[in-house]
Each structure stands twice: as structure tokens, then as C-alpha cells.
């Protein structure tokens, strides 16, 4: 079959990238090994799709390149994609932190997507293996309007199109038939990779280390969490195996092996104060610190606090009140490592953007080859940023295919 535009991955990214190509009136053909449309917006949010954040900035995602990001998300905005939210009158939230939530649930931004690639006149094969991507450089010699060609063999045929856009995803959730072939179709043209790590995603610690907290699996409190330059601010969870929840996703994406986590277990608070001002009770220092934490937290982080114990307030000298409030606002622990890409939300590194444009995603050194959304050195923090990248990727792709 012969198309204008081929594209592998029908995840978000490709989704935006054909509709928009074919809006444009190109012919497009999406192909994808998944049997299910879109299986990573099916998962999103809870199946509520977190699909954009309002607070959209650069500053928000991490790249090798950092600002390569900023054109793609300057032409496609937030309000650009809660535009076709609108336009397909479905109902969305804002939860907090300017994240927007599909009230209708995953499934309909999925319907949404998958009807206006249908009105654009989009072709999807799905269930179709990749075998093989061949290319035909551009000639110079081979006269005006010769173009390249991009060749790939599936198991539901040949197909053949002048432009050819990556948008497989990164290696994360596996279970949504995450694969590393993006990353093998860059290498096959020469294009670099950089370093790939999960991302947004829980942080372990070496089993005897953390037994003691083991146990606590399920408690949550807000905090303050800073790894290198980065401080984020909200929920920590404890799991049997180390650390989550949101505060820890967004810390582990910046995170080095290694490295300490600096966590502030009481962000509103100062805590030499208020242990001075504390000082004649008898109330043991675990049973004071429940007000903030659950007590069963208070009492094994003081048990394993080995610079003083859990006695009564008024036993505890300036000095001691001293080193107790910089453990509370400074608690430091090394992970061991990470849950891996079974529970990363997304793979961080990917095609090397110093290779692509900016502008339209191309790759630099091979004209009509396309790389976005995950696969590309952009991973967007938690809380609908990666959605809103692949959004903006896609877009841009789509209007230079």
C-alpha cells in the first residue's frame, strides 16, 4: 500500500500526528503491533486520563537539550487540546496542580482521537507486526520531485510512503506492549540514544535497611522531597518495598543512583519551635509527633533515629531538640534503586533531540523520517505533561509530514 504518510504507534503521540496529517489532506497509515487502540491512555489517571496540565511550562520536562521542547509546546497548548475536549462536549475536572482529568474517563478521550483520525480519513492496522523499515535516500541527481521512500514490511503486508514517524513509546508498563523498537529504528539510521532510566516511578532500598518500615505499607503524608536542584511538594506513601507516591515519582525521574534523598517531614512547620516550646511536657516525643504523621510512622522513624531517642519532651536538652527538628526537616535516606519499568509511568532518554528539528520533529541528517512523544529525550514530570508532550509532538510532526 502506498501512503503519503506512515506512521507506527497508535499511542497518544501517533494518534494527534495522523489526525492532524490527514486533516491536512495527506494520506496517512497507522500501524501497531497492540491489539487495543491507545492501551497507555486506557491505564491513565486511574482510567480518568489525566490529559493535560494547565501550568504547561518547559521547565516542566527533562531533556538532555532542555529547551528543544519549547516550540512544539508554544504551537500546541493546553487550551488547544481542551479545545477538542470541548468540541466532543466531554466533561473534565481539575484536580489540583493544574492537572485536568476526563470526567467521562479514559475510554472517551480514546473516542475522541480515534473519530477524528476516521473523519481525517486515517487507515489504522492494528495487530500488525513491524518485520523490517527500509529506506531510498533522496537523490540529487535523480530530478525535481524525486523523494525519498520509506519501505516497511509488516505482517499485514508492504507498505510504502515518502514519510515514516516513530511514535512507539519508551519501555515503561510493559503490559501495554511497550517495546524498545523505536529506539532500534533510530540506531538502524544512526541516530543516537541517550541514557534510558525509568522514570516517575517508585524508589527501593536494600531489604534489611528498610524492615523496619516494611510493615508501615500504606501510610501517606505530604512532604517535601529534594533530589540534586529539584524539591517537590506532595503526598510521600510508604510501600514494603521502599518509597511512593506523587512526591517520590516526580523526585525519581531526576534521582541518580547513589544519591540521598532529602525529605522534610514537616514542610509547614518548624520544628525546633515547636519542641522548645514543648519542653516541660511528658508526652513522649513519638506520641507529640502523631499530629503529622500516623502513629505507627512516629514511633519506628524515632526508634531508628540513632542520634537520640524516643523519651519525653522534657528530657531533651537544646542540643538534643536541635538534632531531633534538622532529622524532621532533613531526614536522609540513599535508594537502593528503582521498581524498575514494570511500574515506571515513563522511560526517560530516548532519540537523541540534537539530531531532530525542533519545529517539526524531522530528523536533521534523514529527511522524512519523524521521531515522537516518548521515544524522544523529552519525559515531562507527573501530572499530565506527557500527555500534553505527546499532544504537542505529534502536532508538529503533523503538520510537516
Not at 497518544?12 to 491489539?35: F, N, P
Not at 491512555?41 to 486511574?46: A, M, V
Not at 462536549?89 to 478521550?109: M, P, V, W
Request: glycine share 8%.
Amino acid at each position: 500500500m502506498k501512503s503519503d504518510v506512515i506512521i507506527i504507534g497508535s499511542g497518544a503521540a501517533g494518534l494527534m500526528c495522523a489526525l492532524q496529517a490527514g486533516l491536512r489532506g495527506r494520506s496517512v497509515v497507522l500501524l501497531d503491533h497492540a491489539k487495543k487502540l491507545a492501551e497507555k491512555i486506557r491505564i491513565s489517571g486511574g482510567g480518568r486520563c489525566n490529559f493535560t496540565n494547565l501550568n504547561t511550562m518547559p521547565d516542566n520536562f527533562i531533556s538532555s537539550n532542555p529547551h528543544f521542547c519549547r516550540s512544539a509546546l508554544a504551537r500546541y497548548s493546553p487550551q488547544d487540546f481542551i479545545a477538542l475536549v470541548k468540541k466532543h462536549n466531554l466533561a473534565y475536572s481539575e484536580k489540583t496542580l493544574g492537572q485536568l482529568f476526563c470526567d467521562d474517563g479514559s475510554e472517551a478521550i480514546i473516542t475522541l482521537l480515534r473519530d477524528e483520525c476516521d473523519a481525517a480519513g486515517v487507515k489504522r492496522y492494528m495487530s500488525c507486526e513491524i518485520e523490517e523499515v527500509k529506506h531510498t535516500p533522496y537523490a540529487a541527481d535523480a530530478g525535481i520531485g524525486k523523494k525519498a521512500k520509506f519501505y516497511v514490511s509488516t505482517s499485514r503486508g508492504e507498505f510504502e510512503a515518502v514519510s515514516l514517524v516513530v511514535a512507539t513509546g519508551g519501555l515503561s508498563i510493559p503490559k501495554t506492549g511497550a517495546t524498545p523498537f523505536g529506539y532500534h529504528v533510530a540506531e538502524q539510521f544512526g541516530i543516537p540514544i541517550t541514557k534510558l532510566k525509568a522514570g516517575l516511578v517508585p524508589l527501593t532500598f536494600a531489604p534489611d535497611e528498610w524492615k523496619p518500615y516494611a510493615d508501615l505499607t500504606g501510610v501517606s503524608f505530604p512532604a517535601i522531597v529534594t533530589t540534586g536542584k529539584q524539591s517537590f511538594r506532595e503526598s510521600l506513601l510508604v510501600t514494603h518495598r521502599g518509597l511512593s507516591g506523587p512526591v517520590i515519582l516526580q523526585a525519581s525521574s531526576y534521582w541518580q543512583p547513589g544519591e540521598a534523598l532529602h525529605i522534610n517531614l514537616l514542610p509547614d512547620c518548624d520544628a525546633e519551635t515547636l519542641l522548645t516550646e514543648q519542653k516541660t511536657s511528658k508526652k513522649l516525643l513519638s506520641n507529640y509527633l502523631i499530629q503529622w504523621f500516623p502513629k505507627s510512622f512516629a514511633e519506628i522513624w524515632c526508634e531508628q533515629n540513632k542520634s537520640f531517642e524516643n523519651k519525653p519532651l522534657n528530657q531533651y536538652n537544646d542540643k538534643q531538640r536541635k538534632a531531633i527538628a534538622v532529622q524532621l526537616h532533613d531526614w536522609q535516606v540513599i535508594p537502593s534503586g528503582t521498581q524498575g519499568y514494570t511500574k515506571a509511568e515513563v522511560t526517560c532518554g530516548g532519540v537523541d533531540t540534537h539530531a531532530l528539528s525542533s519545529k517539526t520533529m524531522e530528523c536533521l541528517e534523514v529527511p522524512g523520517l519523524y521521531f515522537i512523544g516518548e521515544v524522544v529525550d523529552v519525559t515531562g514530570q507527573l501530572g499530565g505533561y506527557n500527555f500534553q508532550w505527546a499532544w504537542a509532538s505529534g502536532f508538529a510532526a503533523g503538520q510537516a509530514v
